[in-house]
T-cell receptor
Framework: DSGVTQTPKHLITATGQRVTLRCSPRSGDLSVYWYQQSLDQGLQFLIQYYNGEERAKGNILERFSAQQFPDLHSELNLSSLELGDSALYFC????????????FGPGTRLLVL | GDSVTQMEGPVTLSEEAFLTINCTYTATGYPSLFWYVQYPGEGLQLLLKATKADDKGSNKGFEATYRKETTSFHLEKGSVQVSDSAVYFCALSDAGSARQLTFGSGTQLTVLP
């Protein structure tokens, strides 16, 4: 158990809908990262937050957005969903000092029908 | 941009065989290098890491050496077990402030008894 929690574990929805994925980082970790794992794209970095502020963006679509709240949990919002958004979405957290190791949550499996 | 190239799988070995999974990288500066493992239905777990040239990361019998001259970080284990069956990901973390991970495509390892 990495100490990173993600909810829900599974999500099934329809095209055009909007969903919210939630992540709670390890106690004491200030940085949260979101990754997408799909069969065709592999594991890709989406976005990072540090202590409530956006720090870096990767291959994140404009339909996707995220935020980190004062209690440091983070939410990833996916809107106008398409079939191709079906994937495993991972959250990871790190202390963010020096060379930090990222600890991954169990992921949320999203299926868009 | 940064990239990681991993030996394509799947790899199937008999128990107690020697394992090598090749990983090479392209990056500016001096990245940190990681191997993550993903067991079926689970999130990613850090297996080992190395933060500078000639460092050797090791854990659970697995080893990898950071080779700057060949830009490689090959994973090795002298004697694999059935329980090592999983997907292995090589990754790098850039030297900048964001430190998001760039992953290779993953190598599926199956160890037969």
């Amino acid at each position: 158990d990495s100490g990173v929690t993600q909810t829900p574990k599974h999500l099934i929805t329809a095209t055009g809908q909007r969903v919210t994925l939630r992540c709670s980082p390890r106690s004491g970790d200030l940085s949260v990262y979101w990754y997408q794992q799909s069969l065709d794209q592999g594991l890709q970095f989406l976005i990072q937050y540090y202590n409530g502020e956006e720090r870096a963006k990767g291959n994140i679509l404009e339909r996707f957005s995220a935020q980190q709240f004062p209690d440091l949990h983070s939410e990833l919002n996916l809107s106008s969903l398409e079939l191709g958004d079906s994937a495993l979405y991972f959250c990871a957290s790190s202390v963010d000092t020096g060379v930090e190791t990222q600890y991954f949550g169990p992921g949320t499996r999203l299926l868009v029908l | 941009g940064d990239s990681v190239t991993q030996m394509e799988g799947p790899v199937t070995l008999s128990e107690e065989a020697f394992l090598t999974i090749n990983c090479t990288y392209t990056a500016t500066g001096y990245p940190s290098l990681f191997w993550y493992v993903q067991y079926p239905g689970e999130g990613l777990q850090l297996l080992l890491k190395a933060t500078k040239a000639d460092d050797k990361g090791s854990n659970k019998g697995f080893e990898a050496t950071y080779r700057k001259e060949t830009t490689s970080f090959h994973l090795e284990k002298g004697s694999v077990q059935v329980s090592d069956s999983a997907v292995y990901f090589c990754a790098l973390s850039d030297a900048g402030s964001a430190r998001q991970l760039t992953f290779g495509s993953g190598t599926q390892l199956t160890v037969l008894p």
